[in-house]
């Protein structure tokens, strides 16, 4: 099942620089995207989520883009901070009126922010 | 702030026995799920429960799956016969509505079986 899928395994990014971390899905009926970030050890922490009606969504250091026509997504997050290394999983909501609030996870990608 | 908490942390158990794994969602939060984590692989969704019924599964979640809300607090995921391949991290979430909005999750449970 590669409905969503996060290409990078990794990234690496200086203090203070802006971290990207992208995310593609597949299937045009998602219509709800949510951005998670885990630490060993913890569950996913709920950190910024995007409607399909909107194309921006910010919230403080932490921005969501959501391109619907190349079904890409992607996580801004600027300035970043040594606290901000962690596995970032992109998810996805199926849409409709039997939406049932499943969520299908890409793969994560390991953020490493380095002082 | 209020959290999903999941017991045990870590369950350990032999093939064939029947496994609880048990969860407190978010105490207003009306929609409760279960994924799980196979180490090194996606994380699953395996179930959404809504008023007291399933609302959708996965193919994952066959008949040795099964949840239920016993009371107002707790929401519990039974596996009746373990397999080895049952092994993986099992999440909790909880969310206020269903649709869109967020998910809550547990710190998880790790199923290791023997």
């Known amino acids: 099942d590669q409905q969503v899928k996060q290409n990078s395994p990794s990234l690496s990014v200086q203090e203070g620089r802006i971290s990207i971390l992208n995310c593609d899905y597949t299937?045009?009926?998602?219509?709800?995207f949510l951005w998670y970030k885990k630490y060993p050890a913890e569950g996913p922490t709920f950190l910024i989520s995007?409607?399909?009606?909107?194309d921006k969504n910010e919230d403080g250091r932490f921005t969501v883009f959501l391109n619907k026509s190349a079904k890409h997504l992607s996580l801004h997050i600027v300035p970043s901070q040594p606290g901000d290394s962690a596995v970032y999983f992109c998810a996805a909501s199926p849409g409709g009126s039997s939406n049932t609030g499943k969520l299908i996870f890409g793969q994560g990608t390991t953020l490493q922010v380095k002082p | 702030e209020p959290e999903v908490t999941q017991t045990p942390s870590h369950q350990v158990t032999q093939m064939g026995q029947e496994v609880i794994l048990r969860c407190v969602p978010i105490s207003n939060h009306l929609y409760f799920y279960w994924y799980r984590q196979i180490l090194g692989q996606k994380v699953e969704f395996l179930v959404s429960?809504?008023?007291?019924?399933?609302?959708?599964k996965s193919e994952i979640f066959d008949d040795q799956f099964s949840v239920e809300r016993p009371d107002g607090s707790n929401f519990t995921l039974k596996i009746r016969s373990t397999k080895l391949e049952d092994s993986a991290m099992y999440f909790c979430a909880s969310s206020e509505q269903g649709g869109h909005q967020p998910q809550h999750f547990g710190d998880g449970t790790r199923l290791s079986i023997l």
């Open positions: 429960f809504y008023n007291n019924e399933i609302s959708e």
């Open positions: 995007i409607s399909s009606i909107k």
């Open positions: 299937n045009s009926m998602f219509d709800y």
